[in-house]
């Protein structure tokens, strides 16, 4: 069914009586060309636009769960294409024009709304660098303005322009950037998929996989049962190590956990994405009025799921320094998601590294932005068995040439990133 | 989270740096292979989701640097011993 304002009225009418479920909760076939292991955001967008664009519809996208039960429903629903290097910048351009089309493109509201992300800057060295980065935006064809005290001011008068320690001096603006609902976007790439003729399986976890003679990968044994297919591709970022386990990889990523809180809904406050320059702490407002934030991860590895309380004190601190009013709401809810940290901080987008297998993974604590380019890039890379232009820099051998991704230049120390 | 240092005692994880896994063994330099050994040491982890040997200092007490084992799903630590009797031990 196409979504429509007549289609609205007419079920509003007629008791809904004539919607049914936006896709198929499938079974799994026996054999299919292409099987995507992982039915999150990344998966669900790959399946679709290996459908769509390329023609490959006997596809089956594989979850342990249900659709969007992992990192794609942990994350704090912001996109948007501020980095610095040539690596990444065209990349995360490219998913932002995505995602402006998205809803036209999936007939479907992931309600996207580019209500801007301005980076604080605290002192003049930081200026400079933002100014760079702004520039750097500007080549790569994004857009970037650089604020002055005031101009923040007007957009966010309650920030302690004037704390002894970090004074707010101005900010750099993306204005396209902004924020999606997130179960909505998995929800979209999945019916997408569906109406094309991807079979989505839940509660199908993956618990090995076939191999033939020579070492390529030829299907997944999974608690469905066993699935052949021409192509395995793993977009199951957060537990890329414990699948690559499973074919004797190893892989440059080590898993930590990421938390995020949300305070109790309030009547509309923050205008956009407002991120601390001085400490790491970030903070949106949903549309249900609750405020979203997070800071660093938990500096130790872990599969947990869970956050420890001296992060969340130091997330609080952080918000309290940039942000005081923070301290007259409740916080309402908290959790963690499981971030691959890879060495240098950038994602893994690439063929192999056995035959038959593509790799998606690695997306660090920064994929939900990636999303549509993500699954356009790697649909590519399946589809025609080479690196998409756009996700070239992110080849896994690039830990063995020295050409790092290192947006932030801590070196292979992931906790750092 | 708490770690139990052996000279320190039981004492509250935010006391330590974190710095990873203490199983890697760096390679030699002068051999054939030094650059893909390298490679491995530098980049590749097991990342496994249970047992986890790690090094954390106790930064903020005695200093000294300690050889952890913690698994990774519960936090659990079932072994703290310094670095220097682990490597004698080994």
Known sequence: MRYSLLNVIVNGLTGNRYTGPAWRDASPKPQY???????????????????????IRNVAVVEK????????????????????????????????????GLEQELNYNVMVSQRGIVNLIHSDAQRDAYVRRGNAMRLAGADSELLDRAQVRALAPYLDFDNARFPIKGGLLQARAGTARHDAVVWGYARGADQLGVDIVQNCEVTGFLRDASGAVTGVETARGTIRAKKVALAVAGSSSRLAEKLDLRLPIESFVMQAFVSEAIKPLAPGVLTFGAGHFYISQSDKGGLVFGGDLDGYNSYAQRGNLPVIEDVMEGGMAVMP???????????????????????????????NLYLNAAWNYGGFKATPASGWCFAHTIARDEAHPLSAAYRIDRFRTGHLIDEKGVGAQPNLH | MQIACPYCGARDAQEFAYLGDATLQRPDTSAADAQNAFHDYVYLRDNPAGAHQEFWIHSAGCRRWLRVSRHMTTHKITATQFVCDAEVAS
């Open chain 1, 33 to 55: 060309d292409v099987v995507i292991v992982g039915g999150g955001g990344h998966g669900l967008a790959t399946a679709y636009y290996l459908a769509k664009e390329h023609g």
């Open chain 1, 65 to 100: 769960g249900w659709i969007g039960s992992g990192n794609a429903g942990r994350n704090t629903t912001i996109f948007r294409s501020n980095y610095l290097l040539p690596g990444n910048e065209p990349f995360y351009e490219w998913s932002m024009k995505l995602w402006e």
């Open chain 1, 325 to 355: 009013l923070l301290g007259r709401l409740r916080l309402l809810r908290q959790w963690a998601g499981l971030c691959d940290m890879s060495m240098d901080g950038s994602p893994i987008i690439d063929i192999g590294p056995l035959p």
